[in-house]
């Protein structure tokens, strides 16, 4: 009878111990959740799961490489496509989430200080609609992923959760495709650079018409109402920096996109952005008005998101200190910087 119940622990136990193995295995292989840290060819290539916890994970779980970064990036989805190698030579860790709101910028910032060797300089990338009540009131707080992360055995439990071997699967998979090989689609490089496949001129236009015809009227014109406690995030996004050097830099969309939200009444809210910003923090780096990189309708795979690439441009111009596709804004320069945005809008919306 001894013997009987012996093997059948074994016959029950040495199945489900296998089925952890191979689970566990395959999520260190895949690594969905960017636990490991850098990124090897068998998962050089991630699909979109759930940005918030991928980073968030990598932060806390990922050993620090021994040449620590020294430049954070904090910013919405316009900000994830600046590539890793864009910042003057310096190592860069791209904290840019998909609708992050501008209150969860500081707390960001906090919890990277928290768990890697706090930055030298930290690039605030700031977008309209970070003003926007509406959008604030739709976000997903990056808080409630670290009280996730902090509830006992979480990690454990999401290694040997269904959803991330699904995952898994899916990394895999995705890195052994020929669209990957080709590079032709939206995919990660690690947690430091993301890339977006080119579109032919027919799908940019129809990702552009999609945009406006589903989204700009309600967001930039019937839900928009400007937050009266942005310039108090501005004092908390300045407190949480600490020592770091902090640079707010305006992300470009394509003149199109800008031109129609200005149509719907939202100049005042354009000056009053940059005037709550020039008042705290003395300068910014303006890519959202009109320019020629704005101007180029190729430098965007729709109205709002810059490639890479492109996205160089602008980088080099806030490295040298201000030009012409990322303009310096001052006290001493703002009333004209905004005169001439205007009167380019204007001349937009005559044609």
């Known amino acids: 009878m001894k013997h009987s119940a012996r093997r ?25 959740w960017w636990v490991s840290g850098e990124f090897d060819d068998s998962n050089r290539y991630q699909p979109v799961v759930d940005e918030r916890r991928q980073k968030a994970m990598h932060v806390q779980y990922a050993p620090e490489a021994a040449e620590a970064d020294t430049v954070l990036v904090v910013g919405t989805s316009r900000s994830t496509y600046y590539p890793a190698d864009a910042y003057g030579g310096q190592k860069a860790f791209n904290f840019g989430l998909s609708a992050l709101a501008v209150e969860d910028y500081d707390e960001v910032i906090r919890f990277y200080a928290q768990h890697r060797t706090p930055p030298k300089r930290i690039y605030a990338m700031m977008d309209l609609l970070g003003v926007s009540k509406a959008e604030a009131e739709r976000r997903v707080p990056f808080s409630r992923y670290i009280e996730e992360m902090n509830t ?50 027919d ?60 149509d719907l009444g939202r100049y005042d809210d354009y000056a009053r952005w940059l005037q709550e910003m020039v008042a705290e923090y003395g300068q910014v780096y303006d890519a ?18 810059a490639y890479p690439e492109q996205c160089r441009a602008i980088m080099n111009d806030v490295l040298a200190g201000g030009g012409s596709n990322a303009v310096l804004v001052n006290q001493a320069t703002l009333a004209d910087h905004l005169a001439r945005a205007k009167a380019a809008w204007e001349t937009m919306s005559a044609q």
């Open 288 to 305: 959202f008005s009109p320019t020629a990189f704005t101007a180029e309708e190729k430098n965007f795979r729709d109205s709002h998101h």
């Open 203 to 262: 799908e940019r236009k129809k990702l552009f018409e999609k945009y406006f015809q589903e989204e700009v009227a309600s967001r930039y014109g019937t839900s928009f109402r400007y937050r009266d406690d942005f310039a108090a995030l501005l004092k908390d996004l300045k407190a949480a920096a600490g020592g770091a050097e902090l640079v707010l830099v305006l992300t470009p969309v394509h003149d199109s996109l800008s031109k129609r939200v200005m």
């Open 8 to 32: 059948f622990l074994l016959a029950s136990l040495l199945p489900l111990a296998a089925w952890l193995l191979l689970a566990l295995a395959l999520h260190h292989l895949a690594d969905p």
């Open 152 to 201: 006992p055995f979480y990690r454990a439990r999401l290694a040997l959760s269904w959803d991330t071997f699904t995952n898994s699967l899916d990394v895999l998979k995705l890195n052994r495709s020929e669209k990957s090989r080709k590079r032709e689609r939206t995919y990660y490089v690690g947690a430091r650079e993301k890339h977006l496949n080119i579109a032919s001129d």
